[in-house]
Each structure stands twice: as structure tokens, then as C-alpha cells.
């Protein structure tokens, strides 16, 4: 058996709202809208992963996604630009990424990260 895909499901009731994060300042893809569920994602090929933490690195809360950018700084303007509220960073960590922590529509906590 080979694991393909591993998708984040969040739960909400506004599911139009994760356009506005996901497609319009992230830049995913919608890759299936049923009106109950949208998937967003990247035609591009992505790695299956899992990580399971204690915390999110250099003290901070354990993030509930985290997204790898090519340019954080412009992620990083384009979620001010949209009012999305920043909660750390952004930060170049030890460990060999630069990113910031933002929260989505839905409270989750994401991580968003470039490798440097």
C-alpha cells in the first residue's frame, strides 16, 4: 500500500469564506467544490506529510496547518493587505525557514514558511 494524499479537512459552516484565504490571497486552486465541501490545492507536485508536535518551534502554540510559500514576505503582505490578523513573525528560525504564523477565517492557527 502507498499513502497518495493526505487532506486537511476543516470544519465550518461558512465554507464560501475559505476562498477569500485559501484561493484569493494563498493562491491554491479550487479543485472541487459539492457546495458541502471545497478541496483547494496545487496542480503541482506536493509530498505527503504528517507531523504531530508538542509545540510549533522556538516556544510558540503548535500550529493547526502549515503551508510552504515561495516568497514568505510577499505571503506575508498579501495576508496584511487582507486584514488577516499575524500572530508571530514573521521570524527566521534556527532550524533554516523563515515564516510567520496567521490565523485563517476559521480560528486555525497556519503556519506559513519558506525554507531558506
Not at 459552516?13 to 496545487?42: N, P
Not at 500550529?63 to 496584511?80: F, N
Amino acid at each position: 500500500m502507498k499513502v497518495k494524499r493526505i487532506v486537511a479537512n476543516i470544519d465550518t459552516q461558512d465554507i464560501a469564506e475559505a476562498k477569500r484565504f485559501y484561493q484569493d490571497v494563498l493562491g491554491l486552486d479550487l479543485m472541487m467544490d459539492h457546495g458541502w465541501i471545497a478541496t483547494y490545492g496545487s496542480g503541482e507536485e506536493m509530498g505527503v506529510q504528517v507531523s504531530f508536535a508538542s509545540q510549533g518551534g522556538s516556544n510558540t502554540p503548535t500550529p493547526d496547518l502549515s503551508i510552504e510559500v515561495d516568497d514568505v514576505d510577499d505571503a506575508l503582505e498579501c495576508m496584511k493587505k487582507a486584514g488577516f490578523p499575524i500572530e508571530y513573525g514573521p521570524a527566521d528560525e534556527p532550524w533554516g525557514v523563515r515564516r510567520f504564523y496567521v490565523r485563517d477565517p476559521f480560528g486555525k492557527l497556519v503556519n506559513i514558511l519558506a525554507h531558506v
